[in-house]
């Protein structure tokens, strides 16, 4: 009976452990944008900066309209200085386009802010993050998958994003994701803690939100800047932000005190023209959970029905005794 509680005690505190957060995240507003977007923009030292042809309306912060070879950005001036984060962007593509639209929009965890160039309206070559919001195929022959399509990009300022590939042969996930033209509000969750990025979304107005994809050893500094950028070509789209929220997630002591400022950004090597994502070491994770619990209650049961028949055969053998 030692034995079994001692075993039980012991599943308790690991199921516990399993379960425990460090702690709950909070939104950072210094990173966050919601309405009324007029007091946000209205003095010199606003933590946001518009960039290009983007404008602030008293609904959206539209990056581009739906009109050919224009360009525009949304920056947060304040560097993110803590290692785990999440942001919660509400955003809407839409256009007059039918069958021909595009190109999409990008966000950003970047080094460098408020830059121009090519890379949906941001420079190549870039330091940090970029998670791509892509609604039209430019390699229509090679491409598996179906768009509008979401990938993740991180770079350390060496590799070049091919707009006639779409950026696949240095992507590190990715997956397809309905997100144009919707009439309910359609949402995209970044995260990333101790090293994982998990992208997620919310496209049907159900408040649920649905792994993308979830890739582990992804390495990001601290001290880069959230940013959002569209360009249009001889495609149009409109590229609306609706609002941002940012959260700083809890971490260990350990992490804390890392100085995470000079890490270079880096990723598993991308397989050029794949699609592929890790998520099942997450689901792992989560399955494990569940074994401990099982194994936990099975352990209570056995504890209990060990109790019940110690008992009765105490009784039995104390009669006996008289």
Not at 31 to 60: E, Q
Not at 100 to 128: E, M, N, S
Not at 149 to 174: C, E, F, K
Request: proline share 3%; hydrophobic share 35%; with cysteine.
């Amino acid at each position: 009976m030692k034995f079994i509680g001692s075993i039980s005690l012991l599943l308790i505190i690991l199921v516990g452990y399993t379960y425990e957060d460090e702690s709950d995240p909070y939104e950072d507003r210094e990173h966050s944008l919601v309405r009324p977007y007029p007091s946000v923009f209205s003095t010199s030292n606003s933590y946001w900066h518009l960039h290009g042809f983007s404008l602030a309306t008293d609904r959206y912060i539209r990056l581009t309209s739906d009109t050919q070879s224009k360009y525009g950005g949304l920056w947060n001036m304040i560097p993110v200085t803590y290692a785990d984060w999440e942001m919660h962007v509400h955003f809407h593509v839409h256009g007059e386009g039918k069958g021909f639209f595009g190109d999409g929009f990008a966000i950003w965890y970047a080094r460098d802010p408020k830059l121009d160039g090519p890379v949906f309206g941001y420079t190549d070559y870039f330091y940090g993050l970029a998670i791509i919001m892509d609604t039209y195929a430019n390699d229509h022959e090679r491409q598996k998958h179906i768009y509008p399509y979401i990938s993740a990009i991180v770079n350390n300022g060496t590799l070049h994003y091919n707009h006639d590939r779409d950026g696949t042969d240095i992507s590190i996930a990715g997956c397809e994701s309905s997100f144009r033209g919707r009439a309910t509000d359609t949402l995209v969750a970044i995260r990333y803690e101790n090293n994982r990025l998990t992208v997620s979304t919310d496209v049907d107005g159900k408040n649920i939100w649905v792994v993308c994809f979830s890739i582990d050893n992804v390495h990001l500094p601290t001290n880069y800047y959230l940013g959002f950028t569209a360009a249009t070509g001889q495609l149009s789209d409109n590229h609306d932000i609706v609002s941002v929220r940012t959260f700083q997630l809890g971490a260990s002591e350990q992490r804390r005190l890392e100085d995470r400022k000079n890490i270079m950004p880096a990723a598993p090597a991308a397989k050029p023209g794949s699609t592929e994502n890790d998520t099942s070491k997450g689901s792992s994770w989560s399955v494990l959970k569940i074994f401990l619990l099982v194994v936990f209650v099975i352990l209570i049961c056995l504890g209990a029905i060990g109790s019940i028949w110690y008992m009765r055969n105490y009784n039995h053998r104390s009669k006996r005794f008289y």
